[in-house]
């Protein structure tokens, strides 16, 4: 599973309310720290192995399931592609 944000999308920061967005032309998604972590590193080119590993040089307690359960649910929301 090679995760990416759709071309339509970007991922921003509001220094203004302190928050993560993912903005899309028809709609804003406010992320919590978490999924803009993991959405940060959705680029096209690492996998899912190398995204929780790099969510573990940060985080502790990465788990690879919820990971992709995070991943496989923005899917579902059409908010990330899966490859």
Do not use: F, K
């Not at 991943?71 to 592609?81: F, I, P, T, Y």
């Amino acid at each position: 599973m090679t995760p990416h944000l759709p071309p339509h999308a970007s991922l921003r920061w509001n220094p203004a309310r302190g928050e993560w967005l993912l903005m899309m032309p028809e709609e804003v998604v406010v992320l919590n720290e978490t999924a803009a972590s993991v959405l940060a590193l959705c680029d096209g080119r690492r996998g899912l192995a190398a995204i929780v590993s790099e969510l573990e040089t940060e985080y502790e307690g990465v788990e690879e399931a919820q990971v992709e359960e995070l991943l496989r649910g923005l899917a579902g929301q059409r908010l990330v592609e899966l490859r």
